[in-house]
């Protein structure tokens, strides 16, 4: 996927709407249920490291976040939906690989997922340019976020794929945040751009 969106971004985003499809019987028809940003984080990550790294970083906000109650559409996600494990050949036709990280957890994940992964992860479409730490800050209103981005079909279609298998916004800032949270462990991230996300993250929860 992630050579695919360096050079046909429409394809991309055409191979998005088919991994949707691919995906959409794990979410198709799973009830709502009540849970909290935390219950989502902890699919992922334990209570001890992101406990650890809230205090690294200075997420003072993180206990509160954590606390805020959510309509969530819980089924089987893949886990690690980023740009190297989606095969695309010539048209969108697409395979999904490594099912190694199959959990229970929020329909929005993979979505949320495969969207940040593009600037998370090292790949031929991000650079200083964009996005820069002020245009991740900006995450939350999809049209600013998008000025100046190389590949906004395929933003749109991930950022699209996550709010029509969510129950709601908040679920979809809930990934965001846990799938965030949990890039700041790797030592090859950009940490700025991440604290950044967390921004733009937390300013789209409120506005639910």
């Known amino acids: 996927m992630f050579a695919t969106m360096a050079n046909e971004?429409?394809?991309a985003a055409a191979a998005v709407?088919?991994?949707a499809a691919a995906l959409n019987e794990w979410s198709a028809g799973k009830p709502e249920s009540r849970r909290t940003v935390k219950e989502v984080r902890q699919c992922w990550l334990s209570d001890d490291k992101a406990a650890e790294l809230q205090a690294a970083y200075g997420l003072d906000w993180a206990a509160d976040?954590?606390?805020r109650e959510l309509q969530t559409r819980w089924c089987g996600v893949h886990g690690d939906l980023h740009g190297e494990n989606i095969l695309v050949d010539a048209g969108s036709k697409i395979m999904i690989i490594d099912y190694g990280d199959v959990e229970h957890s929020a329909a929005s994940y993979d979505a949320i997922s495969l969207?940040?992964?593009a600037v998370i992860q090292q790949n031929e479409?991000?650079?200083a340019a964009w996005p820069s730490e002020d245009v991740c800050r900006l995450w939350h209103d999809i049209e600013a976020y998008l000025a100046g981005c190389p590949i906004p079909e395929f933003v749109r279609a991930c950022r699209e794929w996550a709010?029509?298998?969510a129950a709601g916004r908040r679920e979809v800032a809930a990934c965001a945040y846990t799938y965030l949270l949990r890039q700041l462990k790797y030592s090859d991230t950009d940490k700025g751009r991440i604290l950044a996300l967390l921004e733009g993250v937390r300013a789209f929860m409120k506005a639910t």
Do not use: M, W
């Open 9 to 11: 971004d429409a394809r």
């Open 17 to 19: 709407a088919s991994t």
């Open 65 to 67: 976040f954590e606390a």
């Open 115 to 117: 969207e940040l992964s």
């Open 125 to 127: 479409t991000i650079s």
């Open 163 to 165: 709010l029509k298998v």
